[in-house]
Protein backbone atom coordinates (compact mmCIF):
# COMPACT_ATOMS: atom_id res chain seq x y z
CA UNK A 1 0.00 0.00 0.00
CA UNK A 2 1.66 3.54 -0.67
CA UNK A 3 1.65 6.54 1.47
CA UNK A 4 -0.66 10.05 0.64
CA UNK A 5 2.69 11.15 0.50
CA UNK A 6 4.04 8.96 -2.19
CA UNK A 7 0.98 9.00 -4.32
CA UNK A 8 1.57 12.90 -3.97
CA UNK A 9 5.11 12.68 -5.61
CA UNK A 10 3.95 10.16 -8.11
CA UNK A 11 0.76 12.43 -9.63
CA UNK A 12 2.88 15.58 -9.15
CA UNK A 13 5.48 14.31 -11.07
CA UNK A 14 3.54 12.64 -13.85
CA UNK A 15 3.96 15.72 -16.23
CA UNK A 16 7.33 15.63 -15.79
CA UNK A 17 8.16 12.65 -16.51
CA UNK A 18 5.81 13.10 -19.70
CA UNK A 19 7.94 15.48 -20.93
CA UNK A 20 10.73 13.82 -20.98
CA UNK A 21 8.77 10.38 -21.42
CA UNK A 22 10.39 9.11 -25.04
CA UNK A 23 13.91 10.54 -23.69
CA UNK A 24 13.64 8.31 -20.87
CA UNK A 25 12.20 4.98 -22.46
CA UNK A 26 14.84 5.23 -25.32
CA UNK A 27 17.49 5.51 -22.72
CA UNK A 28 16.11 2.77 -20.79
CA UNK A 29 16.43 0.24 -23.58
CA UNK A 30 19.75 0.93 -24.20
CA UNK A 31 20.30 0.52 -20.48
CA UNK A 32 18.14 -2.85 -20.32
CA UNK A 33 19.86 -4.21 -23.31
CA UNK A 34 23.43 -3.37 -22.00
CA UNK A 35 22.85 -5.18 -18.78
CA UNK A 36 20.63 -8.00 -19.94
CA UNK A 37 21.39 -8.17 -23.98
CA UNK A 38 19.98 -12.22 -23.80
CA UNK A 39 16.50 -9.58 -23.52
CA UNK A 40 17.12 -9.07 -27.48
CA UNK A 41 15.70 -12.35 -27.88
CA UNK A 42 12.56 -11.22 -26.75
CA UNK A 43 12.27 -7.62 -27.84
CA UNK A 44 11.57 -6.73 -31.11
CA UNK A 45 14.11 -4.14 -32.16
CA UNK A 46 12.62 -3.20 -34.96
CA UNK A 47 9.79 -2.00 -32.75
CA UNK A 48 12.40 0.04 -30.91
CA UNK A 49 13.90 1.32 -33.82
CA UNK A 50 10.91 3.26 -35.15
CA UNK A 51 10.24 4.74 -31.68
CA UNK A 52 6.52 3.20 -31.65
CA UNK A 53 7.75 0.73 -28.52
CA UNK A 54 9.43 3.54 -26.59
CA UNK A 55 6.07 5.53 -27.13
CA UNK A 56 4.10 2.75 -25.88
CA UNK A 57 5.67 1.89 -23.08
CA UNK A 58 6.41 5.68 -22.04
CA UNK A 59 2.21 6.34 -22.06
CA UNK A 60 1.22 2.87 -20.31
CA UNK A 61 3.85 3.79 -17.17
CA UNK A 62 2.37 7.43 -17.41
CA UNK A 63 -1.13 6.60 -17.25
CA UNK A 64 -0.84 3.67 -14.63
CA UNK A 65 1.04 6.34 -12.58
CA UNK A 66 -2.03 8.82 -13.19
CA UNK A 67 -4.38 6.08 -12.04
CA UNK A 68 -2.42 4.97 -9.00
CA UNK A 69 -5.18 6.00 -6.40
CA UNK A 70 -7.81 3.83 -8.68
CA UNK A 71 -5.31 1.42 -10.71
CA UNK A 72 -8.78 -1.01 -11.25
CA UNK A 73 -9.86 1.66 -13.51
CA UNK A 74 -6.99 0.84 -16.28
CA UNK A 75 -7.31 -2.72 -16.45
CA UNK A 76 -8.65 -2.83 -19.91
CA UNK A 77 -5.68 -1.27 -20.50
CA UNK A 78 -3.51 -3.72 -18.87
CA UNK A 79 -5.34 -6.47 -20.27
CA UNK A 80 -4.48 -5.63 -23.96
CA UNK A 81 -0.92 -4.97 -22.83
CA UNK A 82 -0.43 -7.99 -20.90
CA UNK A 83 -2.61 -10.60 -23.84
CA UNK A 84 1.03 -9.83 -25.79
CA UNK A 85 3.54 -10.22 -22.63
CA UNK A 86 1.56 -13.79 -21.76
CA UNK A 87 1.76 -14.16 -25.76
CA UNK A 88 5.50 -13.38 -25.83
CA UNK A 89 6.42 -15.25 -22.59
CA UNK A 90 6.96 -12.33 -20.44
CA UNK A 91 7.69 -13.54 -16.75
CA UNK A 92 7.39 -12.12 -12.86
CA UNK A 93 11.21 -12.38 -12.59
CA UNK A 94 11.09 -9.80 -15.92
CA UNK A 95 9.60 -7.12 -14.21
CA UNK A 96 12.27 -5.95 -11.51
CA UNK A 97 14.56 -5.86 -14.06
CA UNK A 98 12.80 -3.48 -16.05
CA UNK A 99 11.97 -1.26 -12.81
CA UNK A 100 15.33 -1.11 -12.33
CA UNK A 101 16.11 -0.16 -15.55
CA UNK A 102 13.58 2.30 -15.56
CA UNK A 103 14.67 4.07 -12.39
CA UNK A 104 17.86 4.46 -14.14
CA UNK A 105 16.88 5.95 -16.72
CA UNK A 106 14.58 8.46 -14.83
CA UNK A 107 17.07 9.19 -12.85
CA UNK A 108 20.00 10.06 -15.47
CA UNK A 109 17.53 11.81 -17.82
CA UNK A 110 16.41 14.27 -14.89
CA UNK A 111 19.45 14.77 -13.40
CA UNK A 112 19.25 16.71 -10.31
CA UNK A 113 15.36 17.28 -10.61
CA UNK A 114 15.36 13.46 -9.36
CA UNK A 115 15.73 13.68 -5.71
CA UNK A 116 15.80 10.47 -3.46
CA UNK A 117 12.47 11.36 -2.41
CA UNK A 118 11.13 10.70 -6.14
CA UNK A 119 13.18 8.08 -6.73
CA UNK A 120 12.09 5.97 -4.07
CA UNK A 121 8.40 7.17 -4.83
CA UNK A 122 8.45 5.48 -8.18
CA UNK A 123 10.74 2.53 -7.02
CA UNK A 124 7.38 1.95 -4.96
CA UNK A 125 4.53 2.82 -7.82
CA UNK A 126 6.66 0.73 -10.25
CA UNK A 127 6.31 -2.03 -7.85
CA UNK A 128 2.48 -1.79 -7.45
CA UNK A 129 1.96 -1.40 -11.26
CA UNK A 130 4.13 -4.11 -12.02
CA UNK A 131 2.47 -6.34 -9.46
CA UNK A 132 -0.90 -5.15 -11.19
CA UNK A 133 0.52 -7.04 -14.33
CA UNK A 134 1.91 -9.86 -12.80
CA UNK A 135 -1.20 -10.87 -11.29
CA UNK A 136 -3.51 -10.81 -14.70
CA UNK A 137 -0.39 -12.12 -16.93
CA UNK A 138 -0.43 -15.03 -14.09
CA UNK A 139 -4.54 -15.53 -14.22
CA UNK A 140 -3.63 -15.68 -18.67
CA UNK A 141 -1.27 -17.94 -18.17
CA UNK A 142 -3.54 -20.15 -16.17
CA UNK A 143 -6.44 -20.11 -18.68
CA UNK A 144 -4.13 -20.56 -21.83
CA UNK A 145 -2.83 -23.43 -19.70
CA UNK A 146 -6.10 -25.33 -18.40
CA UNK A 147 -8.32 -24.60 -21.44
CA UNK A 148 -9.41 -27.40 -23.33
CA UNK A 149 -6.27 -28.18 -25.41
CA UNK A 150 -4.05 -25.37 -24.22
CA UNK A 151 -0.75 -25.05 -23.22
CA UNK A 152 1.81 -23.38 -21.21
CA UNK A 153 4.84 -21.74 -23.52
CA UNK A 154 5.38 -22.54 -26.88
CA UNK A 155 4.14 -25.69 -28.65
CA UNK A 156 6.10 -27.39 -31.57
CA UNK A 157 3.41 -27.31 -34.83
CA UNK A 158 3.93 -28.37 -38.33
CA UNK A 159 3.29 -26.53 -41.53
CA UNK A 160 0.40 -29.15 -43.14
CA UNK A 161 -0.07 -26.84 -45.99
CA UNK A 162 1.06 -23.66 -47.26
CA UNK A 163 -1.18 -21.93 -49.82
CA UNK A 164 -0.05 -18.78 -52.41
CA UNK A 165 -3.22 -16.35 -51.70
CA UNK A 166 -1.75 -13.57 -53.42
CA UNK A 167 1.94 -11.76 -54.96
CA UNK A 168 2.93 -10.97 -51.40
CA UNK A 169 0.67 -13.14 -48.99
CA UNK A 170 1.08 -16.88 -48.23
CA UNK A 171 -1.26 -18.92 -45.58
CA UNK A 172 0.13 -21.93 -43.55
CA UNK A 173 -2.11 -24.11 -41.84
CA UNK A 174 -0.89 -25.67 -39.04
CA UNK A 175 -1.28 -28.51 -36.74
CA UNK A 176 0.39 -29.41 -33.51
CA UNK A 177 3.07 -31.56 -33.88
CA UNK A 178 2.03 -33.66 -31.07
CA UNK A 179 -1.17 -34.56 -32.77
CA UNK A 180 -3.65 -33.77 -29.69
CA UNK A 181 -6.38 -31.59 -29.16
CA UNK A 182 -5.75 -27.42 -30.04
CA UNK A 183 -7.05 -24.79 -27.65
CA UNK A 184 -9.86 -22.67 -29.74
CA UNK A 185 -9.74 -19.04 -30.00
CA UNK A 186 -12.30 -16.11 -30.91
CA UNK A 187 -12.64 -14.76 -33.81
CA UNK A 188 -9.46 -11.51 -34.23
CA UNK A 189 -7.45 -13.52 -32.25
CA UNK A 190 -3.57 -14.26 -33.28
CA UNK A 191 -0.77 -16.43 -32.55
CA UNK A 192 3.05 -15.54 -31.21
CA UNK A 193 5.49 -17.16 -33.19
CA UNK A 194 9.26 -17.75 -31.70
CA UNK A 195 11.39 -18.14 -34.72
CA UNK A 196 15.31 -18.93 -34.82
CA UNK A 197 16.24 -18.04 -38.33
CA UNK A 198 19.71 -19.31 -39.56
CA UNK A 199 22.22 -16.29 -39.21
CA UNK A 200 19.64 -14.22 -37.19
CA UNK A 201 21.79 -13.92 -33.31
CA UNK A 202 18.86 -13.77 -31.67
CA UNK A 203 15.43 -15.82 -31.69
CA UNK A 204 12.45 -13.13 -32.97
CA UNK A 205 8.98 -13.51 -31.73
CA UNK A 206 6.00 -12.09 -33.86
CA UNK A 207 2.28 -12.02 -33.90
CA UNK A 208 0.34 -13.32 -36.74
CA UNK A 209 -3.72 -12.76 -36.62
CA UNK A 210 -6.08 -16.03 -36.89
CA UNK A 211 -7.13 -15.59 -40.71
CA UNK A 212 -10.27 -18.70 -40.38
CA UNK A 213 -12.79 -19.58 -38.23
CA UNK A 214 -12.23 -21.21 -35.60
CA UNK A 215 -13.45 -25.27 -35.09
CA UNK A 216 -11.01 -26.29 -37.82
CA UNK A 217 -8.87 -28.74 -36.48
CA UNK A 218 -5.77 -26.35 -37.94
CA UNK A 219 -4.84 -23.41 -37.13
CA UNK A 220 -4.44 -20.95 -40.18
CA UNK A 221 -2.51 -17.47 -40.76
CA UNK A 222 -2.01 -15.84 -43.21
CA UNK A 223 1.64 -13.51 -43.71
CA UNK A 224 2.70 -10.76 -45.88
CA UNK A 225 6.29 -10.98 -47.20
CA UNK A 226 7.41 -7.39 -46.25
CA UNK A 227 10.20 -6.98 -49.14
CA UNK A 228 13.28 -4.66 -48.86
CA UNK A 229 12.80 -1.32 -50.70
CA UNK A 230 16.04 0.26 -51.44
CA UNK A 231 18.04 0.88 -48.39
CA UNK A 232 15.43 -0.44 -45.81
CA UNK A 233 15.74 -4.42 -45.47
CA UNK A 234 13.30 -7.27 -45.92
CA UNK A 235 11.31 -8.09 -42.96
CA UNK A 236 13.01 -10.49 -40.93
CA UNK A 237 10.60 -13.28 -40.04
CA UNK A 238 7.93 -12.68 -42.75
CA UNK A 239 10.74 -13.18 -45.78
CA UNK A 240 12.24 -16.36 -43.50
CA UNK A 241 8.33 -17.46 -43.71
CA UNK A 242 7.54 -16.65 -47.28
CA UNK A 243 11.55 -18.15 -48.47
CA UNK A 244 12.13 -21.30 -45.76
CA UNK A 245 8.93 -22.72 -44.36
CA UNK A 246 7.53 -25.27 -46.35
CA UNK A 247 4.70 -28.16 -45.47
CA UNK A 248 6.22 -30.38 -43.07
CA UNK A 249 8.46 -27.73 -41.48
CA UNK A 250 7.68 -26.82 -37.84
CA UNK A 251 7.07 -23.44 -35.63
CA UNK A 252 6.66 -22.53 -32.22
CA UNK A 253 3.85 -21.38 -30.85
CA UNK A 254 2.15 -19.69 -27.95
CA UNK A 255 -1.81 -19.88 -27.42
CA UNK A 256 -4.20 -18.01 -28.96
CA UNK A 257 -4.67 -14.14 -27.68
CA UNK A 258 -5.20 -10.78 -28.01
CA UNK A 259 -8.41 -8.92 -26.87
CA UNK A 260 -9.28 -7.41 -30.35
CA UNK A 261 -12.99 -9.40 -30.45
CA UNK A 262 -16.54 -9.25 -31.71
CA UNK A 263 -19.45 -8.05 -29.58
CA UNK A 264 -21.82 -11.30 -29.22
CA UNK A 265 -24.28 -11.37 -30.25
CA UNK A 266 -24.23 -8.96 -32.91
CA UNK A 267 -27.03 -6.86 -32.15
CA UNK A 268 -26.36 -3.55 -34.63
CA UNK A 269 -25.33 -3.94 -38.33
CA UNK A 270 -21.51 -5.09 -38.51
CA UNK A 271 -19.26 -3.43 -40.70
CA UNK A 272 -15.53 -4.57 -41.63
CA UNK A 273 -13.30 -2.53 -43.46
CA UNK A 274 -9.71 -4.24 -44.12
CA UNK A 275 -6.25 -2.63 -45.83
CA UNK A 276 -4.14 -4.93 -47.05
CA UNK A 277 -3.08 -7.84 -44.96
CA UNK A 278 -5.23 -5.97 -41.87
CA UNK A 279 -7.92 -8.11 -43.58
CA UNK A 280 -6.54 -11.18 -41.56
CA UNK A 281 -8.64 -11.14 -38.54
CA UNK A 282 -11.47 -9.87 -40.21
CA UNK A 283 -12.22 -12.34 -42.36
CA UNK A 284 -12.16 -14.76 -38.76
CA UNK A 285 -14.44 -12.53 -37.72
CA UNK A 286 -16.78 -12.02 -40.85
CA UNK A 287 -16.74 -16.10 -41.33
CA UNK A 288 -17.55 -16.80 -37.89
CA UNK A 289 -20.91 -14.01 -37.68
CA UNK A 290 -22.28 -15.46 -40.46
CA UNK A 291 -22.31 -18.90 -39.42
CA UNK A 292 -23.28 -18.17 -35.80
CA UNK A 293 -25.79 -15.32 -36.94
CA UNK A 294 -26.71 -16.09 -40.59
CA UNK A 295 -28.86 -13.58 -41.81
CA UNK A 296 -27.61 -10.57 -40.00
CA UNK A 297 -26.84 -7.32 -42.11
CA UNK A 298 -22.93 -7.37 -42.41
CA UNK A 299 -20.87 -5.32 -44.67
CA UNK A 300 -17.75 -6.32 -45.73
CA UNK A 301 -15.45 -3.51 -47.40
CA UNK A 302 -11.46 -4.66 -48.60
CA UNK A 303 -8.91 -2.34 -50.00
CA UNK A 304 -5.81 -3.07 -51.87
CA UNK A 305 -3.93 -1.41 -54.35
CA UNK A 306 -4.97 -4.03 -56.99
CA UNK A 307 -6.27 -7.30 -57.71
CA UNK A 308 -2.74 -8.87 -57.52
CA UNK A 309 -1.84 -7.91 -53.80
CA UNK A 310 -5.64 -8.99 -52.97
CA UNK A 311 -5.71 -12.06 -50.89
CA UNK A 312 -8.13 -14.57 -49.46
CA UNK A 313 -10.32 -13.84 -52.68
CA UNK A 314 -12.06 -16.91 -52.38
CA UNK A 315 -12.92 -17.35 -48.42
CA UNK A 316 -14.63 -13.84 -49.45
CA UNK A 317 -16.61 -14.34 -52.54
CA UNK A 318 -17.84 -17.52 -51.64
CA UNK A 319 -19.49 -16.31 -47.92
CA UNK A 320 -20.81 -13.00 -50.62
CA UNK A 321 -22.27 -15.92 -52.67
CA UNK A 322 -23.75 -18.11 -49.79
CA UNK A 323 -24.47 -15.17 -47.86
CA UNK A 324 -27.11 -12.23 -49.51
CA UNK A 325 -27.21 -10.62 -46.39
CA UNK A 326 -23.39 -10.04 -46.80
CA UNK A 327 -22.37 -6.99 -49.01
CA UNK A 328 -19.19 -7.06 -50.53
CA UNK A 329 -17.49 -4.12 -51.98
CA UNK A 330 -14.21 -4.51 -53.53
CA UNK A 331 -12.03 -0.64 -53.70
CA UNK A 332 -8.62 -0.82 -55.83
CA UNK A 333 -6.45 2.09 -55.47
CA UNK A 334 -4.70 1.68 -59.02
CA UNK A 335 -7.52 -1.34 -60.47
CA UNK A 336 -6.25 -2.86 -63.77
CA UNK A 337 -8.76 -3.41 -66.78
CA UNK A 338 -9.13 -6.53 -65.49
CA UNK A 339 -9.47 -5.82 -61.76
CA UNK A 340 -12.45 -3.64 -63.05
CA UNK A 341 -13.94 -6.47 -64.03
CA UNK A 342 -14.52 -8.09 -60.59
CA UNK A 343 -17.78 -8.85 -59.53
CA UNK A 344 -17.78 -7.27 -56.04
CA UNK A 345 -15.65 -4.42 -57.60
CA UNK A 346 -17.18 -0.90 -56.31
CA UNK A 347 -14.87 1.76 -56.11
CA UNK A 348 -11.38 3.21 -58.12
CA UNK A 349 -9.21 5.17 -55.05
CA UNK A 350 -9.11 5.08 -51.71
CA UNK A 351 -12.52 4.34 -49.33
CA UNK A 352 -13.34 8.06 -47.92
CA UNK A 353 -16.48 9.05 -45.79
CA UNK A 354 -18.77 10.17 -48.85
CA UNK A 355 -18.51 6.92 -50.01
CA UNK A 356 -19.30 5.31 -47.13
CA UNK A 357 -22.25 7.10 -46.25
CA UNK A 358 -23.65 5.71 -49.49
CA UNK A 359 -22.76 2.06 -48.67
CA UNK A 360 -23.46 1.54 -44.56
CA UNK A 361 -24.89 3.18 -41.80
CA UNK A 362 -23.48 4.78 -39.09
CA UNK A 363 -25.87 3.11 -36.86
CA UNK A 364 -23.41 0.05 -36.70
CA UNK A 365 -20.48 -1.70 -35.55
CA UNK A 366 -17.30 -0.93 -37.23
CA UNK A 367 -14.06 -3.19 -37.41
CA UNK A 368 -11.12 -2.14 -39.09
CA UNK A 369 -7.68 -3.38 -39.11
CA UNK A 370 -5.18 -2.15 -42.15
CA UNK A 371 -1.87 -0.13 -42.57
CA UNK A 372 -1.55 2.95 -40.00
CA UNK A 373 -2.40 5.24 -42.98
CA UNK A 374 -5.65 3.44 -43.43
CA UNK A 375 -6.11 3.05 -40.09
CA UNK A 376 -5.85 6.85 -39.13
CA UNK A 377 -7.88 7.76 -42.54
CA UNK A 378 -11.04 4.78 -41.48
CA UNK A 379 -10.65 6.56 -37.39
CA UNK A 380 -11.22 10.28 -38.20
CA UNK A 381 -13.99 8.88 -41.27
CA UNK A 382 -16.34 7.25 -38.52
CA UNK A 383 -15.13 10.75 -35.94
CA UNK A 384 -16.20 12.87 -38.89
CA UNK A 385 -19.74 10.77 -39.03
CA UNK A 386 -20.39 11.00 -35.00
CA UNK A 387 -19.93 7.40 -34.87
CA UNK A 388 -19.60 6.44 -31.34
CA UNK A 389 -16.45 5.29 -29.80
CA UNK A 390 -17.81 2.21 -28.26
CA UNK A 391 -19.12 1.70 -32.09
CA UNK A 392 -15.63 2.00 -33.38
CA UNK A 393 -12.78 -1.42 -33.12
CA UNK A 394 -9.64 -1.86 -34.42
CA UNK A 395 -6.12 -3.47 -34.13
CA UNK A 396 -2.73 -2.34 -34.95
CA UNK A 397 -0.34 -5.12 -36.15
CA UNK A 398 2.36 -3.31 -34.34
CA UNK A 399 2.47 -1.39 -30.93
CA UNK A 400 -1.17 0.57 -29.77
CA UNK A 401 -0.44 3.66 -31.74
CA UNK A 402 -2.34 6.70 -32.00
CA UNK A 403 -5.07 7.05 -34.12
CA UNK A 404 -5.36 11.06 -33.92
CA UNK A 405 -1.75 12.50 -34.67
P1 LIG B 1 10.71 -6.76 -39.25
O1 LIG B 1 12.07 -7.28 -39.46
O2 LIG B 1 10.14 -6.75 -37.89
O3 LIG B 1 10.62 -5.30 -39.90
C1 LIG B 1 9.38 -4.60 -39.88
C2 LIG B 1 9.31 -3.67 -41.11
O4 LIG B 1 10.33 -2.69 -41.05
C3 LIG B 1 9.50 -4.39 -42.46
O5 LIG B 1 8.57 -3.86 -43.38
C4 LIG B 1 10.91 -4.02 -42.88
O6 LIG B 1 11.04 -4.00 -44.31
C5 LIG B 1 11.06 -2.64 -42.28
N1 LIG B 1 12.45 -2.29 -41.96
C6 LIG B 1 13.49 -3.11 -41.73
N2 LIG B 1 14.62 -2.40 -41.46
C7 LIG B 1 14.27 -1.09 -41.53
C8 LIG B 1 14.96 0.12 -41.36
N3 LIG B 1 16.25 0.14 -41.10
N4 LIG B 1 14.26 1.28 -41.51
C9 LIG B 1 12.94 1.28 -41.78
N5 LIG B 1 12.23 0.15 -41.96
C10 LIG B 1 12.88 -1.02 -41.83
N6 LIG B 1 1.37 -9.57 -40.30
C11 LIG B 1 0.84 -10.32 -41.30
O7 LIG B 1 1.45 -10.43 -42.37
N7 LIG B 1 -0.33 -10.99 -41.14
C12 LIG B 1 -1.05 -10.93 -39.99
O8 LIG B 1 -2.12 -11.54 -39.86
C13 LIG B 1 -0.51 -10.16 -38.91
N8 LIG B 1 -1.17 -10.08 -37.72
C14 LIG B 1 -0.64 -9.32 -36.71
C15 LIG B 1 -1.34 -9.24 -35.51
C16 LIG B 1 -0.85 -8.47 -34.48
C17 LIG B 1 -1.63 -8.37 -33.18
C18 LIG B 1 0.38 -7.79 -34.63
C19 LIG B 1 0.93 -6.96 -33.51
C20 LIG B 1 1.08 -7.88 -35.81
C21 LIG B 1 0.58 -8.64 -36.88
N9 LIG B 1 1.26 -8.76 -38.08
C22 LIG B 1 0.72 -9.49 -39.11
C23 LIG B 1 2.59 -8.11 -38.28
C24 LIG B 1 3.70 -9.12 -37.95
O9 LIG B 1 3.68 -9.42 -36.57
C25 LIG B 1 5.10 -8.59 -38.27
O10 LIG B 1 5.26 -7.34 -37.66
C26 LIG B 1 5.36 -8.47 -39.76
O11 LIG B 1 5.26 -9.75 -40.37
C27 LIG B 1 6.76 -7.89 -40.02
O12 LIG B 1 7.70 -8.69 -39.39
P2 LIG B 1 9.12 -8.97 -40.06
O13 LIG B 1 9.94 -9.72 -39.09
O14 LIG B 1 8.96 -9.52 -41.42
O15 LIG B 1 9.69 -7.51 -40.23
C1 LIG C 1 5.04 -4.60 -25.07
C2 LIG C 1 4.09 -1.88 -21.19
C3 LIG C 1 6.90 -4.75 -18.49
C4 LIG C 1 8.40 -6.94 -22.52
C5 LIG C 1 4.55 -3.64 -24.23
C6 LIG C 1 3.65 -2.59 -24.66
C7 LIG C 1 3.39 -1.83 -23.59
C8 LIG C 1 4.12 -2.38 -22.47
C9 LIG C 1 2.49 -0.62 -23.55
C10 LIG C 1 3.12 -2.41 -26.09
C11 LIG C 1 1.88 -3.24 -26.24
C12 LIG C 1 1.42 -3.26 -27.67
O1 LIG C 1 2.10 -3.88 -28.49
O2 LIG C 1 0.41 -2.68 -27.96
C13 LIG C 1 4.76 -2.44 -20.11
C14 LIG C 1 4.67 -1.96 -18.75
C15 LIG C 1 5.46 -2.77 -17.99
C16 LIG C 1 6.05 -3.75 -18.88
C17 LIG C 1 3.83 -0.77 -18.30
C18 LIG C 1 5.76 -2.72 -16.52
C19 LIG C 1 4.88 -2.41 -15.60
C20 LIG C 1 7.55 -5.59 -19.35
C21 LIG C 1 8.55 -6.56 -18.95
C22 LIG C 1 8.99 -7.16 -20.10
C23 LIG C 1 8.27 -6.58 -21.20
C24 LIG C 1 8.98 -6.86 -17.52
C25 LIG C 1 10.06 -8.24 -20.25
C26 LIG C 1 11.30 -8.03 -20.07
C27 LIG C 1 7.62 -6.49 -23.55
C28 LIG C 1 7.76 -6.94 -24.93
C29 LIG C 1 6.78 -6.28 -25.65
C30 LIG C 1 6.07 -5.43 -24.72
C31 LIG C 1 8.78 -7.94 -25.44
C32 LIG C 1 6.51 -6.38 -27.13
C33 LIG C 1 7.43 -5.43 -27.75
C34 LIG C 1 7.82 -5.89 -29.09
O3 LIG C 1 6.97 -5.83 -29.98
O4 LIG C 1 8.95 -6.33 -29.19
N1 LIG C 1 4.81 -3.49 -22.91
N2 LIG C 1 5.60 -3.51 -20.15
N3 LIG C 1 7.42 -5.63 -20.72
N4 LIG C 1 6.59 -5.59 -23.47
FE1 LIG C 1 6.05 -4.61 -21.79
Known amino acids: MLSQETRDIIKSTVPVLETHGTAITTRFYQLLFESHPELLNIFNKMNQRKGDQQTALANAVYAAAAHIDHLEDIIPAVKQISNKHRALGILPEHYPIVGENLLKAIKEVLGDAATDEIIDAWAQAYGVIADAFISVEQEMYREAETQRGGWRGFRPFVVQRRVAESEVISSFYLVPQDGKEIADFLPGQYLTFKVDIPGEKYTQRRH ?198
Open 208 to 405: YSLSDAPGQGYYRISVKREDGRGDIPAGVVSSYLHNHLNEGDVLYVSAPSGDFVMKKPADKPVVFLSGGVGMTPLVSMVKTLLQEQPGHPVTYVHAAIHGGLHALQEDLNTLAEANPNLRYHVVYEKPSDQDKTHKYFSKEGFIDLDWLKQVVSADSDFYFCGPTPFMKAMYRALKDWGVPDNQIHFEFFGPQGSLTD
